[in-house]
């Protein structure tokens, strides 16, 4: 996201508040979230002008499509919200639906592996923030664990008056996973009708220290740049 009025570029990392925290900007601009392709929001049907999505652009792209001009990279407030990659990991399991499909156990082992090299959603956190050059050029990463603070730092920084971030994007429901359960078995080699779509979303599951092992595999990177520990 590009707010030249608060002169702020927001980096979306997926799962980490960002739909909270761009409603609130475009709220401060009395603009309504329908209305917020012109900060390069949402998904891009003309593909002259740009790549297939502007939501969750990682600043790399920002860079490579010329959505951020030197004046800007050297004059905004850059920032974005980091999670620690375990609960990231089970919040993008319960939003896409996974968990009326499979354990989160049997998720982590069998699908995410792929899912980390093959769909830009399951991407490291790092991966969004970071320059061609390996740099963060971020002015603030903030924490999810931490965000009613540190978004009392961004609204400082940001010029906003109203503080207090609400909570949107909710999980998805169950009448959507048809197609993702096709693509799961893909992911697991099996018949499709192997899975169950009578709903797995309990609020305690055991994570087994092997699940724990691949979630520290996939996401070493971000466990380390962000100091998360398992």
């Known amino acids: 996201m590009i707010s030249h009025f608060h002169k702020c570029v927001f980096v979306h990392i997926p799962k980490t508040a960002g739909i909270s925290i761009e409603k609130k900007i475009l709220e401060s601009l009395d603009v309504k979230y329908e209305n917020r392709m012109p900060f390069w929001l949402g998904p891009n049907n003309n593909l002259n002008i740009g790549p297939p999505?502007?939501?969750?652009?990682?600043?790399?792209?920002?860079?490579?499509?010329?959505?951020?001009?030197?004046?800007?990279?050297?004059?905004?407030?850059?920032?974005?919200?980091?999670?620690?990659?375990?609960?990231?990991?089970?919040?993008?399991y319960n939003y896409k639906g996974y968990n009326y499909l499979c354990s989160f156990n049997d998720f982590v082992i069998k699908a995410v592996p792929r899912l980390v090299e093959e769909n830009w959603f399951f991407q490291s956190q790092v991966h969004f923030i970071r320059n061609s050059m390996g740099q963060i050029p971020m002015d603030f990463i903030g924490k999810f664990e931490n965000l009613e603070n540190?978004?009392?730092?961004?609204?400082?920084?940001?010029?906003?008056?109203?503080?207090?971030?609400?909570?949107?994007?909710?999980?998805?429901?169950?009448?959507?996973?048809?197609?993702?359960?096709?693509?799961?078995?893909?992911?697991?080699?099996?018949?499709?009708?192997?899975?169950?779509?009578?709903?797995?979303?309990?609020?305690?599951?055991?994570?087994?220290?092997?699940?724990?092992?691949?979630?520290?595999?996939?996401?070493?990177?971000?466990?380390?740049?962000?100091?998360?520990?398992?």
């Open 53 to 92: 999505r502007f939501a969750h652009l990682s600043y790399d792209d920002m860079i490579k499509y010329h959505y951020l001009s030197n004046e800007i990279v050297e004059k905004y407030y850059k920032f974005s919200i980091v999670r620690h990659p375990l609960d990231r990991l089970r919040s993008i």
């Open 150 to 230: 540190d978004f009392q730092i961004i609204s400082e920084k940001i010029g906003l008056s109203d503080k207090k971030l609400p909570h949107y994007n909710k999980a998805k429901k169950k009448v959507t996973l048809i197609s993702k359960q096709i693509k799961l078995a893909r992911l697991y080699k099996s018949d499709k009708k192997s899975f169950n779509l009578l709903s797995l979303n309990r609020s305690n599951i055991d994570i087994t220290d092997t699940v724990k092992n691949c979630v520290y595999k996939a996401y070493r990177e971000d466990f380390k740049m962000f100091d998360y520990n398992l």
